[in-house]
């Protein structure tokens, strides 16, 4: 069974601050990267995809791939309580599927 | 651009009845199309996908089935619901490959009593 991981939480940081989830991923085979953000009661919503390792960023977003390690984390700078939700991470494998970690559940208070 | 519909929002079905649940796309043609169920607190659970009209892949072995009558339609389909069907039912798309992300619909809350 192809598996991803990730920390359940709950994550809590102060605003302002910076977020880190971290996801680790079993086929080595992956080859795309994606994390959703799912705020409770919602659907997922896409907010990063990365393909090649390193750094990827958007607005206050990074998404970060090292497939050596099989380990790609998402980094939120400057916190705010709108990002409090859960964050999934998924990953295509090499045939093609879609796997989806359980999520991490990120409080940022006031 | 691409857009996702999925009805109705909210259902409440007793144990033993059927259940249909569609799903439709805008704006793409020949899209992937997948249905998933989470239940609460947990993660995605795929439940089936499809690559055309047609062609459905089950998952999971379930009291549950999957239809594709267009190429931008997909249904979710029981004959007889059980207590474990609760949870919340995702539609997504993707491109054709698989390699680019899903996009899901608003999602179905299933209650079964």
């Known amino acids: 069974q192809k598996e991803v991981e990730q920390n359940s939480g709950p994550l809590s940081v102060p605003e302002g601050a910076i977020a880190s989830l971290n996801c680790t991923y079993s086929d080595r085979g992956s080859q795309s990267f994606f994390w959703y953000r799912q705020y409770s009661g919602k659907s997922p919503e896409l907010i990063m995809f990365i393909y090649s390792n390193g750094d990827k960023e958007d607005g206050r977003f990074t998404a970060q791939l090292n497939k050596a390690s099989q380990y790609v984390s998402l980094l939120i700078r400057d916190s705010q309580p709108s990002d409090s939700a859960t964050y999934l991470c998924?990953?295509?494998?090499?045939?093609?599927?879609?796997?989806f970690g359980a999520g991490t559940r990120l409080t940022v208070k006031p | 651009s691409q857009t996702i519909h999925q009805w109705p929002a909210t259902l409440v079905q007793p144990v033993g009845s059927p259940l249909s649940l569609e799903c439709t796309v805008e704006?793409?043609?020949?899209?992937?199309l997948y249905w998933y169920r989470q239940a609460a607190g947990r993660g995605l659970q795929l439940l089936f996908y499809?690559?055309?009209?047609?062609?459905i892949s089950s998952e999971v072995p379930q009291n549950l089935s999957a239809s594709r009558p267009q190429d931008r339609q997909f249904i979710l389909s029981s004959k007889k619901l059980l207590l474990s069907d609760s949870g919340f039912y995702l539609c997504a798309w993707g491109e054709t490959g698989g390699l680019q992300p899903q996009h899901f619909g608003d999602g179905t809350r299933l209650s079964i009593l």
């Open positions: 998924a990953v295509v494998g090499d045939n093609n599927d879609m796997r």
């Open positions: 704006g793409t043609s020949n899209p992937n």
């Open positions: 499809s690559v055309g009209i047609g062609q």
